[in-house]
């Protein structure tokens, strides 16, 4: 990795951010590039998740990553390290990407050369829920320090995520999360939901959500040929 | 606790929040009610900080809360087991408290029989930190789980904030945190930041917050007389 590029946008405040996301969703899938929203709240995990799972599945697919950020390029330096391209976006106190945001950052970055694009969204279960990106899957993170309740507390991210990953596994011995409980509570809001439950950390349970995503970008990528 | 009231805002977009929020400070001033806006990342304690709180100080000042959150009153049914007055306030899709709010809140909520009134926020580290609410103090909780990087990533929380509590030391162990360097980055944004160390779950380290608290609310009191 040479240097991380820092673009910078401001919030979209636009009703169309729907359509613009249709387009890009479009677009990409023309490009066969498939485009993943990562969000969480701050702290869950999602730069080691993202280092994990591109290491994981490196040989086989060309990743590119737009790291959503506040004010820093702390995530981007970690996650460069990967060999992935990488992008820095500067969100200027937005709490969340939009499309147009998506749009900037996939011309900066470039998809050409790439199979597989990541956002690592802004650390927050509100506002990334209210915005499609135009990605082709969503994927959450709750880790268990954050407590059982939270489909109760920001039940929208849980209605529009694709995919929710337990994350911090390997403490769960220490906190009071009842998975089932949890899961009911998400299944209530989204039936659809697939889960995983791993450690970002040290690996466990990474194996089934790895199998899972190259499957889904296989099935993807056959669909649209 | 017969019954929680809600009450349902909309984010306020006009650019003299602060002007309202002084309004708030004054008025609250005048009728010796000390506001505290208690913010933090999902998950990191806010609900288990303040009833231990409450129930350390209730022998002492009558306590107000207005618990804000998108869509659930379960934190709120929490603090009303400690006898505090409690409101809950709906932000409809806002992702955080601003000034007017502030107002209805304080409004439905009645303070002329209380000493000491909290809000707690919308658990997340970026919205929060953009909106004075007309408190008096501004209280942000870090958890250990969290990481300490988040004053890099969020820095504008830690810039506003007067106290930060860094929560569920009980599990310190089992995390690569490390408490100094994360104050030094604290330190760098606002060199007047006060830190306590504790667990809301299990009390440690909880009575040198609440000596300080309570000090804090009598010298203002005095001050204000």
Chains 1, 2 share one sequence.
Not at 66 to 72: L, R, Y
């Amino acid at each position: 990795m040479d240097k991380i590029e820092i673009i910078e946008t401001k919030m979209q405040l636009e009703a169309d951010n729907d359509n613009i996301a249709q387009e890009i969703r479009n677009d990409l899938t023309k490009k066969k590039v498939f485009l993943i929203n990562l969000m969480a709240g701050p702290g869950s995990g999602k730069t080691t998740t993202l280092v994990r799972t591109i290491n994981s599945l490196k040989h086989k697919y060309r990743f590119g990553v737009m790291e959503a950020d506040m004010d820093s390029d702390v995530d981007a330096k970690t996650i460069s390290e990967t060999g992935a391209k990488v992008i820095q976006i500067h969100t200027l106190g937005s709490c969340h990407m939009d499309a147009s945001m998506t749009i900037d950052g996939l011309n900066t970055l470039g998809v050409d050369d790439l199979d597989v694009v990541f956002i690592e969204n802004i650390g927050n279960l509100v506002c990334p829920a209210e915005f499609d990106t135009g990605a082709h899957k969503k994927v959450t993170i709750l880790s268990i320090p954050e407590g059982d309740d939270k489909p109760l507390k920001y039940p929208l991210i849980f209605k529009v995520s694709d995919v929710i990953l337990f994350n911090k596994i390997d403490v769960k011995e220490v906190f009071d999360f009842d998975e089932d409980v949890c899961k009911e509570r998400i299944l209530k809001l989204n039936d659809k939901m697939e889960f995983f439950s791993l450690s970002s950390l040290n690996g466990d349970g990474f194996d089934k959500w790895i199998d899972w995503l190259d499957k889904e970008i296989m099935s993807w990528k056959e669909a649209n040929v």
